[in-house]
């Protein structure tokens, strides 16, 4: 049994495009059920859905049970809260936060987060390094990130701004003075591919995803970085709507 726990953070109040996570997107399969499907690549390793009692997210729930994966239901907005309290009902101390929106989540860099984190306990946050930005900044869509339950607790404790409870990690990386967090590298190719957007927030961003995830799985059922790229660099009309999408959706 792995140590690591995927929490999959998901709710389905989204205002650019709601519902976006449930919407068919491969072969009748929406990206959160898709998502779940290579999480369950990892044998061993338990996976917790994180959404909110709203009752919106009520078919969050029975997703959940009907994939035999658990399911936590905390604070709508305090997202931090929820993270906690989810860990601490599933008995997580280590955790891998997983955003249900990127459908293109990395296979091998999971394996990479997992084994680091796994050899390296003394780190409080784990994830990649984009020219110097946490990959959770960027709007690339290929990365997790790893933290712990006792990071998360000392992110409570020492603020009560909103920001920082909406958004589970940013207290951890932007207050490096508290917490022992490591960055590990991405592919260098990155650095001439800044125009890639592959996690989804908009109708155009689903329908780009949804037609390259189509054409990549012809060959690969996970298709890397660095195939992703390569056909990218074969397809360049799509660099046109990611780089608009880019300059409306900033993070």
Not at 19 to 34: A, T, V, Y
Not at 131 to 149: A, C, M, N, Q, R
Not at 163 to 187: A, I, W
Not at 195 to 210: P, S, V
Request: include cysteine; proline fraction near 5%; aromatic fraction near 12%.
């Amino acid at each position: 049994m792995l140590e690591i726990t995927f929490i999959v953070q998901a709710r389905l109040g989204s205002t650019r495009l709601p519902g976006k996570i449930l919407l068919p997107f491969f072969e009748g399969k929406s990206i959160l059920s898709l998502l779940i499907d290579k999480l369950k690549l990892f044998e061993g390793a338990r996976i917790v859905l994180a959404t909110s009692t709203n009752p919106v997210n009520d078919l969050l729930e029975t997703i959940a049970h009907k994939n035999s994966i658990d399911c936590f239901r905390g604070s709508e907005n305090d997202v931090l809260q929820r993270f906690i309290d989810a860990a601490k009902y599933y008995d997580a101390r280590k955790i891998i936060r997983i955003c249900s929106d990127n459908p293109f989540l990395e296979v091998d860099s999971i394996n990479h987060l997992i084994d680091f984190a796994t050899n390296n306990p003394q780190y409080d946050y784990v994830s990649f390094n984009v020219d110097g930005i946490p990959s959770i900044k960027t709007h690339y869509g290929f990365w997790t990130e790893y933290v712990t339950l006792d990071a998360l607790e000392k992110v409570k404790f020492l603020t009560e701004a909103p920001l920082y409870h909406e958004h589970v990690t940013n207290f951890v990386y932007t207050h490096p003075e508290y917490f022992n967090f490591h960055l590990l590298d991405t592919p260098p190719v990155l650095l001439t591919h800044e125009k890639i957007r592959l996690t989804i927030d908009t109708e155009t961003d689903f329908k780009n995803a949804q037609a390259i995830y189509r054409d990549l799985t012809q060959t690969t059922p996970y298709p890397t970085i660095e195939q992703i790229i390569h056909y990218l660099d074969n397809h360049p009309l799509y660099y046109q709507t990611m780089e608009q999408e880019i300059s409306k959706n900033s993070k």
